[in-house]
């Protein structure tokens, strides 16, 4: 060993002398206190975390003990409620559909209670039907103040309750006849507006003069003889309809007896407060066709709806 070395293990010997390492007891107890502190930190540690979580999930969750389950069939609002709004909430607008419009319906000023349709006072000419094609003959109806019905054995249909009258001649031909031939029939057909509630009274009135009335004189020096009336089930024609049947025997051109019946046709057909009368009269001695008279009447009676709405 070298001297420089052998003098560097004394004074290490010597510095080691000098200084207290402390007693085994101080020194354990040093290391327990150490070790109970880094045990704190760590449970502090702990408990700062769980801290943060618990509070972390109060922020995130409504605080309440259990969330709902939703409902099977959400139901949304149409309108914000005025406590989040913070004003009063809209009135409710009734849903529309595409493509259709609501009518509008007149009520009653301070009820409610809606007005019943509002009675026309005057006639235009659209409320008049239309021939058929197969029935035109090509002659243009003309508007002219003729009567509406047959005399019935001097019965007066109440006329006080009109509104509006008027009546046109009308003149057609049956499906089957050829172009050229003269017409199978004429009308004699008029639209009346009565005041409201009294149009049904103008037909319970015709069918009790027709009832009064089973035969009369023909009028007239120039139609002797006489006519024979009677009502026929009738439905299926607006709100309600009376129809009858006048007849006498069957006369030519020249006022000749041809041996058969002349038989016309009369329908009267209420629409509200509305009565259209086809009053059918032949043409040089042909009598009424049934099936003829019940295709106009519905295409008068139509015709009469539209007008009204």
């Not at 005025?82 to 259709?100: E, I, L, Q």
Request: with cysteine.
């Amino acid at each position: 060993m070298s001297r420089e070395l052998s003098e560097l293990y004394r004074s290490l010997a010597a510095d080691a002398d000098a200084r207290d390492l402390g007693l085994p007891d101080v020194l354990r107890h040093q290391a327990d206190r150490r070790a109970r502190l880094r045990a704190a930190g760590g449970t502090l540690a702990v408990g700062l975390v769980v801290v943060g979580v618990v509070i972390g999930s109060q922020v995130v969750a409504p605080p309440s003990a259990s969330v709902p389950a939703p409902a099977a069939t959400p139901t949304l609002s149409a309108s914000p409620s005025p406590s989040a709004t913070g004003g009063s909430p809209s009135p409710s607008v009734p849903p529309t559909t595409p493509g259709r419009t609501q009518s509008a319906t007149a009520t009653s000023p301070g009820t409610g209670a809606p007005q019943p349709p509002r009675t026309p006072t005057r006639i235009p000419d659209r409320a008049f039907f239309t021939l058929a094609p197969s029935n035109d003959k090509g002659i243009a109806p003309v508007f002219q103040d003729v009567a509406a019905l047959p005399g019935l054995c001097g019965a007066r249909i109440p006329s006080e309750a009109v509104v509006h009258r008027r009546t046109r001649v009308l003149i057609y031909k049956l499906p089957q006849t050829p172009k050229g031939y003269v017409p199978d029939g004429s009308y004699a057909h008029s639209i009346t507006i009565y005041r409201a509630g009294r149009a049904d009274d103008v037909l319970r009135e015709l069918r009790q003069a027709v009832r009064d009335c089973p035969v009369q004189k023909l009028p007239g020096d120039d139609t002797p003889g006489e006519s024979r009336q009677r009502l026929i089930p009738d439905s299926g024609f607006g709100d309600e309809s009376v129809l009858f049947e006048m007849r006498r025997a069957g006369q030519d051109v020249n006022g000749d007896p041809t041996g058969m019946e002349d038989v016309r046709l009369i329908r009267a057909i209420r629409v509200g407060d509305v009565v259209t009368i086809l009053w059918e009269q032949g043409w040089e001695g042909t009598s009424s066709q049934r099936a003829q008279v019940d295709a106009d009447s519905r295409r008068a009676a139509a015709a009469i709806k539209v007008w009204l709405g």
